[in-house]
């Protein structure tokens, strides 16, 4: 079964690469990564400025989409257009300001509630999470599994939906093909011996990915 992926206007690859800082980004974004998220954790504010600022002059050399976790004021203060929220954030968040700067906003959800809630946000996306069990971090969220990310993508309709959560490139077919329009990992490179090697082995799946999509009639990569 061929790839379904995401209409590249929205900003998302197939896949991309959670990073805890800019360190980690400029590590793999040379490597042709086309859309990456930093997500800091418990950073001071002239860190996150800073961090936040390198990371955008990497994007914008490689030509990579910057997706900044959180700080959605900072991220909008440097001129990032693109933000991600979790349920808690989003409660905190001057949304209406967001999309008046013209800035896409992804959300967090893990249940029917939270699903809800963002939509009412009105989101350039929605994720889903953990597909599968994580090792990095402990989740008071079960393992969704693929019959959920077909539920949640029947729900959200033509919205792009990103699984994360335990994603390998063995499990990545059987995601896309459960409705996920882009996988978002951190773990399984995170966590590698090797992690230019492992997201190098990304890259060349999502480059198969679009290779089947684009010869697939009437997929969006397929028209001229």
């Known amino acids: 079964m061929a790839a379904k992926l995401t209409n590249k206007v929205d900003g998302l690859d197939v896949c991309y690469p959670i990073v805890p800082d800019v360190a980690g980004l400029e590590r793999i974004v040379p490597l042709g990564v086309k859309t990456v998220q930093l997500r800091l954790k418990h950073a001071l504010p002239d860190r996150i400025r800073r961090e936040i600022g390198e990371s955008l002059e990497v994007c914008t050399r490689h030509g990579c989409q910057l997706i900044v976790n959180d700080y959605w004021r900072e991220a909008l203060s440097l001129g990032a257009d693109y933000i991600h929220l979790g349920q808690e954030d989003l409660a905190d968040a001057d949304v209406p300001t967001i999309q008046a700067k013209g800035a896409r906003l992804g959300i967090s959800t893990h249940s029917d509630a939270e699903l809800a809630t963002a939509l009412a946000a009105g989101p350039s996306y929605v994720a889903l999470g953990p597909i599968y ?78 290779g089947s999509a684009a010869a697939t009639p009437g997929h969006p990569l397929g028209r001229p």
């Open 133 to 210: 069990e994580t090792r990095l971090k402990v989740m008071k969220w079960a393992p969704q599994g693929l019959e959920r990310v077909a539920h949640w993508k029947k729900q959200i309709g033509t919205l792009p939906l990103v699984a994360i959560g335990g994603l390998t490139p063995e499990r990545a077919e059987g995601v896309l093909a459960a409705g996920a329009d882009s996988l978002a990992v951190i773990t399984d490179f995170f966590t590698h011996a090797n992690p230019e090697a492992r997201v190098r082995q990304w890259l060349a799946w999502a480059e198969r990915s679009r």
